[in-house]
């Protein structure tokens, strides 16, 4: 995808990478065994963070605590990865936490069966863009006219496109066959997609009976500790619980880099909110003027693209955002993301479209950052109902909800069936518990139904599950109403979920704050800003001479004593020698921040605010002075 | 193990894990999942941090990486958790990264054979212990005589509790036959010892065809970045690297709360350095006069546990620890948990028994921490030679090594066998390939021995590896000294490395801060320093008046938006409305740190510059007006 840089030059991600390999900012895992003769493993999706990528993502982290854990008071939890099978039973990830594949029929390798969709038809698009005479004085005969495609196909595959998240694997299956759409690679036939569970799979203590999965999202620890963070904060609603750590999919086809991966970092809250109240936040006020670039799910579904810039008070107004919270949370990773140096212009919050969303979502908006591999989705916000509680709470038996007093008590009227045993068990033998509990699980309506039949007719007839009809009448069962008083009110909250993958931020981050001059491809800058560069303070000594070494040691001891972390390039020191330079350095203000060091050298272009360095080839490594207040 | 507080009170770990619970510093994972009905997982050995203990943590990690990473200037790396079995089996893991297991013949519960050993011989010595006379008139008749040991069988269990570590399997087998060892719970018979591999296994991507194994350490992922980090490190050497994640062990039987788990948090350093020049370090003069505890080896094997204060410059002199770079390491190690708040009289260093430790390690201090659970490793601090990187790079033949200009060049003279290629072949056809290895990887003496042998008998005999010798005559082999000139000197770096187990230390440290007033055991306090503790600030309003909220508040948020952790308590208000008292908070002075904030009372005992709260049973929790610097 064709994107620019900052400045205003093509993007070009060859040059891009080479800058982030050499600088170590992440490296393929176990490359060094990938060669080996013989090696059976698979590393694909796997990546190691160097020494400046480490740091940024601390930064990243460290910034994302103070802006959400502790300036919004949630209680952090750090809950295990290994997870036993019946949580996951429960939550529904073994049966439904799965991609489409297909394989490719000759070859057999796998491969994700809407990524296949997606870069086929790209791929047609875009081979028939290059037969289109870009104005009319364009008679270029060599175009292959065998790619040329009809208006109305060129309008297909853009929907198709545009709606590609909302297939399921028939659906996929049936575009494949209609299309002709074959593995990329190999150009043969694929087989019908069918589902594989992305989740990694082992098992636990010595006896290999008891399987664990490693968990796909760090939510479901949060859930099961609901009870004691409610307690833990005062049983006072609504709150948020949060948590960093690493989660993991294994994924069919890794691609991209550092944009789908099988081990990641995720941070993640889970904001517990009454479901009764329209889910209104205390803060939303302070955020309601801010503007969004929002890309709905109806403009989606119409087969179109185009963001509209609302303020997020009126989004929930007129209901383009669910509610409140919602709202809320997109503001805050809204400002969250412009922190660490995110592009406006290239973020975008998209709602999920209806069959895009996760089996537990009622609604969910993903920020998206624009990259050259297209838009990718950084932080989605979830709301996922009551539904993780719902569950849990129904298998294990615990109370995973609130107990509010009631400022009044109230006087609770309902219909409520009464059995007389004997009968039922004389009646129905084995199946008695059944008829009991089929009764029993209708609701106020549905009982009051029931009600009015047994006085009329003096039987109800009711539905057992995988077993005949059963007849009940009044010497067996009664259905009444009864009153009742209650003096608390118990519900299971609601869970908004805003949820960052720590990876992608990362890597798109650093392609925003990537730039060039335009005469010198070879020498790039990344302009992060202060608060999350990898190194505050780079010194470059004017010379090479001996008597320096002491004096460079000392001021980089101190400096990194005081926790200011410094890099020493003494490459280039004797070209220096005799330029005019500016000073080098940073110094702390009144509250302990970094102030700007001063620049080396003018950069002609490039936000004054931010630092950056060259990453260049090994002959013109010597001479960097590019420096700013945020180095690496 | 009775051990005491600070303040010189027995520790009561019933006290002591109440409070931990309540206040949600840690708990077990899956707690609603365990008492489930049909819940066929096992979370033992899993463990969540709440939100105080996973500020502590975070606290802990962020001072290990200021003075570690950043004061040492140590490139930081962030590798992947899931490995590869190739990796793995290289490293030795998959053959030898094993515990001995035994099962009790009856049940068929799974026990660590040395867990088994040591909790049955510690039993019968206490039980022994109750049945003598405290003091001469002490003839209490209904002591039970059967549990009584003669001298020779108490030395000999003491013999055998000091070196626990040092006996492999077979010989815990002999053990537990000839002292009718049984399983502590039931008194059956246990089986003879296993081996259990205690690496957690899954497998990647779609074709399930590529197993992997979860890390039981991060240091892998360090060696196999070697040679990049060298290079980030412009070739200079020696220096280390160093990394913060989880890591995993399959533990057959977990125990003792975080002391043994199955997923923890490690922070790991590799220091490299050049096995030549007796392994010394530069800065060790700077801590050459710190005084440590030392356990060695010899003390232990006497049967004896008694430590000895040495300064660590005298302990390397008498190589009673091997080398400096050890040495430093274990002083810096020291002067670290110190600065957490580990108490000084609960730490010492212990030096591995020759078959206890792991299989690549040549040397091993461990620093223990004392807890009522006895003397805990907390950080091992290993000599691992050249084994990792010498063995990956047999196994993928990169280059993970050092290339030294050599300031002179150097001359090199020889032995070498040459090969009539031709005459080879034909004498030993399909063998020949192998003749050739065995003589060429003779190390020199051995070649020299060969070729004087060739010139007075005219031929050799090579053993060949499961076949017949061969021998080979002088029109097949030839072995002549020649010379060549050397300008770079090649090397694999010896590592030294401190491996931390943040969780055990958070633990212990949890031990060492813990007291209570001699009268009033269930009022706790954790005297935590101010730069681990959780919470920097406790606001307690003086009343509950509605007035005051707002204000409470703004406070509450300025604090937090500085980035300093508050937590409001107001569940006592009213009382405190009309008593005298100190003033809360804390300002920051000029080096940005948070200076101790005045407390609200006077405590009888506990060390002025530290931090703490109170922690009581839900009766007694109003009321709460004891703060320090660092609050929880």
Redesign the interface.
């Known amino acids: 995808m064709a994107t620019t840089t900052r400045t205003g030059q093509a993007f070009e991600r060859t040059a891009f990478d080479a800058v982030i390999k050499r600088r ?1 900012f992440f ?1 393929e ?5 990938r ?3 013989n ?6 999706g ?6 400046p ?3 940024l ?2 930064n990243i982290v460290d910034l994302w ?2 802006h959400f854990v ?2 919004e ?1 949630m ?13 996951f039973k429960t939550s529904g990830h073994v049966d439904r936490f799965e991609d489409w ?1 297909c394989r490719d029929v000759v070859k ?1 390798d ?1 491969i994700r069966a809407d990524h296949l969709i997606e870069a086929v038809l790209q791929k047609r698009l875009s081979n028939h863009a290059a037969t289109q005479p870009a104005d009319s004085r364009d008679y270029d005969t060599k175009k292959d006219t065998s790619k040329v495609l009809s208006d109305a196909t060129v309008v297909e595959y853009e929907e198709i496109l545009a709606k590609i998240d909302n297939y399921d694997g028939p659906e996929m299956g049936t575009l494949i066959e209609k299309l002709d759409i074959r593995h990329p690679d190999t150009n043969n036939k694929v087989s019908p997609p069918v589902p ?1 569970n992305l989740m ?8 290999a ?4 999965y ?1 968990r796909p999202e760090t939510a479901q ?1 949060q859930f ?2 609901f ?3 409610l307690e ?1 904060n ?1 049983n006072s609603m609504p709150f948020a619980s949060a948590s960093i750590g ?1 989660s ?1 999919r ?1 994924e ?2 890794p691609r991209s880099g550092l944009l789908r991966v ?2 990641f970092l995720m941070a993640e809250i889970e904001h517990y909110v009454d479901p009764e109240g329209a889910k209104r936040h205390g803060r939303f006020d302070e955020v309601s003027h801010v503007r969004l670039p929002l890309l709905d799910r109806e403009t989606q579904l119409s087969g179109n693209t185009k963001v509209q810039v609302r303020s997020i008070g009126e989004a929930v107004k007129e209901r383009i955002v669910d509610n409140e919270t919602l709202g809320y949370f997109l503001a805050r990773i809204h400002s969250f993301l412009l922190s660490i140096g995110v592009d406006e212009t290239k973020l975008r919050f998209r709602q999920h479209l209806p069959n895009e969303m996760a089996h537990y979502a009622c609604d969910c908006w993903d920020a998206e950052l624009l990259t050259s591999y297209s838009w990718i989705e950084c932080v989605g916000c979830a709301d996922r109902s009551a539904y993780d509680l719902t569950v ?1 709470m129904r ?4 109370k ?1 909800l609130v107990r509010e007093p009631l400022a009044e008590p109230k006087i609770v009227t309902e219909w409520q069936a009464k059995f007389d045993k004997k009968a039922l068990g004389k009646t129905f033998r084995s199946a008695a518990k059944a008829v009991e509990e089929a009764i029993n699980s209708k609701d106020q309506p549905a009982l009051a139904v029931l009600a009015s039949t047994l006085v009329d007719a003096e039987r109800i007839t009711i539905t057992l599950p995988s077993r005949e009809d059963v007849v009940l009448d009044r010497a067996i069962v009664k259905i009444e109403q009864s009153t009742r008083v209650e003096n608390v009110r118990e519900y299971v909250p609601n869970v908004i979920e805003p949820s960052f993958g720590i990876g992608r931020i990362l890597y798109s981050l650093l392609e925003h704050v990537y730039w060039h001059r335009p005469d010198d491809v070879a020498r790039a800058v990344l302009s992060l800003p202060l608060s999350v560069a990898p190194t505050k303070v780079l010194i470059v000594p004017l010379s090479t001479q001996l008597d320096f070494a002491p004096i460079v040691r000392h001021l ?2 101190s400096l ?4 200011i ?1 410094t890099r020493v390039d003494d ?1 280039s020191a004797e070209r220096r020698t005799g330029h005019t330079l500016g000073h080098h350095g940073g110094f ?1 203000d009144g ?2 921040r970094l102030r700007d060091a001063a620049r080396a050298r003018q950069h002609p272009a490039g936000p004054r605010r931010s630092g950056g360095c060259c990453g260049r080839g090994e002959e013109s490594r010597r001479g960097c002075g590019d420096v700013g207040g945020g180095l690496w």
């Open positions: 170590l490296t895992a176990f490359e060094v065994y060669n080996a003769s090696f059976t493993g698979d590393n694909r796997l990546y190691d963070y160097g020494p990528g480490c740091a993502q601390a605590r103070k502790l300036e008071n209680p952090e939890v750090d809950c295990t990865v290994l997870t036993p099978e019946d949580v594949m057999g796998h594989f990694f799979k082992s098992s636990i203590g010595p006896s009976a008891a399987p664990v490693l620890g099961l500790n009870r004691k963070l833990y005062n690493k993991y294994n069919i086809s099988r081990e849990h298998r294990t038996e615990e995973l980089s001891q990194r004593k005081l926790g972390p490459s702390r509250q302990g």
